[in-house]
């Protein structure tokens, strides 16, 4: 079986559209510093609660789970151990025994996992540039189906016939 990582902001979730949307509404400036000091105050069970999953991500997952192809595990950034949490608790409301890898934003996801032929979906280039680079496979999640120079999917059990 292949290692599949999917990403959890922008690809399960809508987190990044309610945070980005409640960093301007405060007045937050749009530099890393600013950013990342806002994103470890955040109230993360508030964000999820308020987010949504993107095109039925949660039963999109159990698809590919039960297709047999792929060992699944979602691999995440967070700035703050609350975020982990936060994170952590409505996965597992939604999915059992899944495997959940969280890794220090200012860390790439590459210096965690042995990327060697495995799958990352995740919707930020770059990691996945991280990734291509060190022997994995990147695939875009987009819901403009924009690979950016990667394979594209905009529901996450297209990975099933892909692979």
């Known amino acids: 079986m292949i290692n599949l990582y999917i990403d959890f902001d922008g690809v399960i979730v809508n ?3 309610i945070t980005y949307k409640m960093a301007s509404i405060q007045g937050i400036k749009k530099d890393y510093t600013n950013y990342l000091q806002f994103f470890q105050n955040l109230n993360w069970e508030e964000v999820l609660e308020k987010a949504t ?3 039925d991500s949660f039963n999109e997952i159990r698809k590919i789970i039960a297709s047999n192809k ?10 703050s151990i609350h975020e982990a949490e936060a994170k952590i608790k409505l996965i597992n409301k939604y999915l059992e025994n899944m495997t959940i890898i969280t890794v220090p934003k200012s860390v790439s996801k590459t210096k965690v996992i042995n990327t060697k032929g495995s799958i990352l979906i995740d919707d930020f ?14 695939v875009r999640f987009d819901l403009d189906l ?4 990667y394979p594209v999917i905009d529901r996450l059990s297209q990975i099933i016939s892909m692979f």
């Open 70 to 79: 792929f060992n699944v595990a979602i691999l995440t950034h967070v700035t």
């Open 53 to 55: 999953p993107i095109n």
């Open 15 to 17: 987190t990044i559209d």
């Open 146 to 149: 924009d690979g950016k120079g």
């Open 125 to 138: 280039p770059h990691n996945l540039d991280d990734w291509s680079n060190s022997g994995g496979y990147g």
